[in-house]
């Protein structure tokens, strides 16, 4: 199970001193524990870790940009968070992947936002965790007004 892998690494990276690693991790594993709280109990699924992987990275791009050009060292220790987070999700899909799902989910033969929100909404589940969802608005956008 993910969650699993994810402690028994952070316990790596604390006993061997990756202090970036084991803060990293830190922060899944705490949001991880939250959620479970939340649910009286119950143990987190891979999805729902998937969650926590894929809020934690957003939240660390979001310190990369805001400290882009004022903290270059707080800028650099949030990327390498990033990078350290990416093992855990599935293989990434490319823009050009999205696509194809976006073109096979397109059923309607006109392009207003009521067909770009009932494409998404088919689209997000299935791409959980392997494609970056800030992204997939303007792909749909897109892909509208080349139709």
Do not use: H, W
Request: aromatic content about 4%; some cysteine.
């Amino acid at each position: 199970m993910l969650k699993d892998q994810i402690r028994q690494e952070f316990n790596q990276a604390r006993k061997q001193k990756d202090n970036l690693k084991k803060a990293a991790l830190e922060a899944v594993l705490a949001a991880i524990l939250l959620k479970e709280k939340t649910q009286a109990g119950k143990t987190a699924t891979d999805d729902e870790i998937l969650d926590c992987l894929t809020k934690e990275i957003k939240a660390q791009k979001e310190i990369v940009e805001m400290y882009k050009g004022k903290d270059q060292a707080k800028s650099l220790e949030a990327q390498g968070k990033v990078d350290i987070l990416y093992k855990y999700l599935p293989k990434q899909l490319s823009d050009d992947e999205v696509l194809e799902m976006i073109k096979e989910l397109d059923i309607y033969e006109d392009a207003s936002n009521r067909t770009k929100g009932m494409i998404i909404k088919n689209l997000v589940p299935k791409i959980k965790g392997r494609f970056d969802n800030s992204r997939v608005s303007l792909l749909v956008d897109n892909y509208l007004k080349n139709k």
